[in-house]
């Protein structure tokens, strides 16, 4: 295979021969201080966040529904810690476009113990005493008994009516039913607001508004009815494919070729299988009634099975899979050459790997890094957005000047607002608040994502440098394994962590703002969707995919600076120039090579999520016979598949990042090796034979 020739000038010269180079440095300084400093700074202050959240925030605001008073309903050791649900006084109020303002309906709203069973109104139930003593828990507490039906209505201290109600997310709502076209509320078709009779139909956008989330509250419960019904199983499946990965990665280290091609097949072979099965079962819905139903026809379901019971729906999916096929296929006949030296380069990897085992373990060190920070984040941020005071505002049935206006529940009936506005109420609306804390809390909770997204950061960079470390003095090694270090990748780690704390936090620190301003576009998209004309969405557009395209060109050039670093210990703006450079200076190989073996390890990953997939969709969906008893009966059997599916690509993209890394620091060696070495007895190659092989070239000392 003919080399490409070397483009130099404007991209830097080749590093020159160092017969004292013998892999990564010892004897190195410091790197980029005054960037460790500041990270360390923001460290500091992002636990100062923290402690400060802790101290304001209030999660209970989130856990328990709040009553008028701004209580909660149903915590423990309070006098409400019995009455879990809270109880809407006219749920008729909440049909009011004003709810979608205030997030809050503009009606009393009580903590009780059960939602009501049964439709009565003010005025029969007061004349009942049995009948009174059930309804007096739906009123405030402390009524005069002397108190007639007309004065506790003009004063709000009971509602004029009780529908039958069930608890959604401890609220109670009505029972509403149909049939036929008709509306019920418990099984009548009208009911009493106090003085007219009204439909029961009238109660549904009350109901919408009250709870705008309701439907979707609905299948997320049956989807956590499902993980509680197949967690067990998709443990199971999960430890599959944690097997398979390592089977494979074993296998990789003895079988490094045949595996490559055995992977290629198998995808293929995979992939063409879900093609037939797709083609199967869009057969079989031939002449089934509703089959032929389009997609736009049947719109947005949140039952996803249903949708399988659709011929388009499995001629999509068909389609997407020979796409995929044709691609996979077209890349295999146009990249055959380039394989060939891509396979040995996976070769190179897996003795490498074979050599330092301990490097398959080491995401699971990541991963508890991560896990702590994306914890510390997560808390934080319900500590801050719990961390308001309640608003309380004016209600009122009649105009009132007052409307909406901040009031003090405390002093509110001797108030000038009640005065003014006899009909109006004092109730709570929201958390806010007027202090200094709370008018920089948005600015807290930017700092809060910031701080997160470079820490996340800077643990992915020290991953990727201690691997880099450890794989680089592999490569470096003459005399394989004799002239490595004892532990490489505690060696390495030690040595980023003590001398480029800094150089990780500066390629962590620019990925992060980056990362920060894609997220603030996401926001202003979000919150101009309804507002934006054609020219602001094609700017958000452009800016969305400038600062993606950035996003990725970051990642690759801080991935392969942490590489130089590893090796000769300089700062990260050096080390970013030299590996680019580098690149650029073997740019086909780069382009070409390096893509060609991210494609390979690619499918060897995509192997892993799709054997454990199939296996998982014929456990789940009780297509077996076999399994039909064994398998948990579910509301979505697609919930645990695609759960098995993601969590063994996670899985299997955890030990091929290993690999990855090291393919990374193995191609950046041996591009330096080809720029320093000329095959020499003075000036051997140090790559391996095969690689040799690949590219027609030999050591002439061991030639002679």
């Not at 460790?36 to 966040?49: D, E, G, Q």
């Not at 008018?439 to 990727?464: E, P």
């Not at 004892?486 to 980023?496: H, I, K, N, Q």
């Amino acid at each position: 295979m003919p080399d490409e020739e070397p483009y130099y000038g404007k991209n830097g010269e080749p590093r020159k021969f160092d017969p004292t180079f013998k892999g990564p440095i010892h004897n190195r300084g410091c790197t980029d201080i005054v960037c460790c400093i500041l990270f360390i700074v923001a460290v500091l202050a992002y636990f100062a966040v923290g402690i400060l959240a802790w101290s304001q925030g209030d999660p209970r605001k989130v856990i328990y529904p709040t009553n008028s008073r701004g209580e909660f309903c149903g915590q423990a050791g309070t006098p409400l810690e019995k009455k879990t649900k809270l109880f809407y006084f006219n749920i008729m109020k909440c049909a009011s476009p004003m709810v979608l303002l205030d997030f809050q309906c503009p009606t009393t709203q009580l903590c009780v113990e059960k939602c009501p069973k049964q439709y009565m109104t003010l005025l029969k139930a007061y004349s009942v005493s049995a009948d009174w003593e059930y309804y007096k828990k739906f009123c405030k507490e402390d009524i005069p008994s002397a108190m007639r039906p007309a004065q506790l209505l003009a004063e709000g201290l009971c509602p004029a009516m009780l529908l039958p109600s069930k608890s959604f997310t401890r609220r109670c709502f009505p029972a509403l039913s149909r049939k036929g076209t008709e509306v019920l509320v418990g099984n009548q078709t009208h009911f009493s607001d106090g003085t007219t009779d009204r439909p029961a139909a009238d109660l549904i956008d009350g109901v919408k508004n009250a709870s705008m989330v309701i439907e979707a509250r609905q299948v997320a419960m049956r989807i956590f009815e499902d993980y509680t019904q197949s967690w067990y199983w998709i443990l199971i499946a999960l430890v599959l494919a944690t097997v398979l990965s390592l089977i494979f990665i074993v296998l990789m280290r003895f079988l490094g070729g045949i595996m490559v091609w055995v992977t290629i097949v198998m995808v293929i072979l995979v992939i063409g299988y879900g093609i037939f099965h797709c083609y199967m079962e869009y057969a079989s819905l031939k002449g089934e009634p509703g089959a032929d139903i389009t997609l736009q026809e049947l719109g947005l379901q949140m039952d996803f099975s249903i949708y399988l019971q659709i011929r388009q729906t499995w001629l999509a999916f068909m389609i997407i899979l020979a796409i995929l096929e044709v691609i996979i296929l077209l890349l295999l006949i146009f990249l055959r050459k380039r394989i060939l030296l891509a396979i040995a380069l996976i070769k190179e990897a897996s003795r490498a790997i074979g050599h330092i085992m301990s490097a398959l373990f080491y995401p699971l060190v990541t991963f508890l890094l991560l896990a702590i920070v994306i914890a510390y984040w997560a808390v934080t941020a319900v500590f801050l957005s719990t961390s308001n005071e309640a608003v309380y505002k004016v209600f009122n049935e009649s105009a009132c000047e007052y409307s909406r206006e901040t009031c003090n529940p405390e002093n509110f009936s001797i108030s000038t607002m009640k005065a003014k506005c006899p009909d109006s109420e004092c109730l709570f609306a929201f958390y806010g608040g007027e202090t200094v804390y709370h008018k920089y809390l948005i600015g807290l909770q930017i700092y809060n994502l910031f701080a997160f997204l470079w820490c996340a950061n800077f643990v992915t960079a020290l991953g990727q440098m201690t691997l880099a470390g450890a794989f680089a003095s592999y490569y470096w090694a003459f005399v394989k394994p004799d002239d490595m270090p004892t532990c490489p990748v505690f060696a390495s780690l030690g040595r980023a962590l003590r001398y480029h704390t800094g150089s990780l936090a500066f390629g962590a620190l620019i990925l992060s703002i980056i990362q920060l301003i894609r997220v603030m576009l996401e926001y202003l998209d979000h919150k101009l969707q309804g507002a934006q004309n054609k020219c602001t969405k094609f700017l958000l557009c452009c800016l969305k995919c400038c600062f993606w395209c950035l996003e990725k060109f970051i990642k690759f050039l801080n991935r392969n600076a942490y590489i130089m670093i590893a090796i000769y210990g300089k700062n990260f703006c050096t080390s970013a120039r030299d590996a680019f450079f580098l690149l650029m200076r073997n740019i086909i190989r780069v382009a070409v090579l390096d893509k060609v073996t991210d494609f390979l390890l690619f499918l060897g990953k995509l192997l892993i999520v799709g054997l454990v997939g199939i296996f998982a969709f014929f456990f789940f969906s009780g297509r077996v016979k076999a399994f039909e008893d064994t398998a948990p009966t579910l509301n979505y059997y697609w919930v645990p598949i695609l759960t098995v599916a993601l969590g063994s690509y996670l899985i299997a993209h955890g030990f091929f990042s290993v690999y990855a890394m090291c393919v990374d620091t193995l191609f950046l060696c041996f591009l330096e090796d080809l720029e320093r070495n000329d095959g020499s007895a003075e000036r051997p190659y140090l790559m391996s034979d095969s690689l040799l092989k690949v590219l027609r070239k030999k050591n002439k000392a061991k030639a002679e």
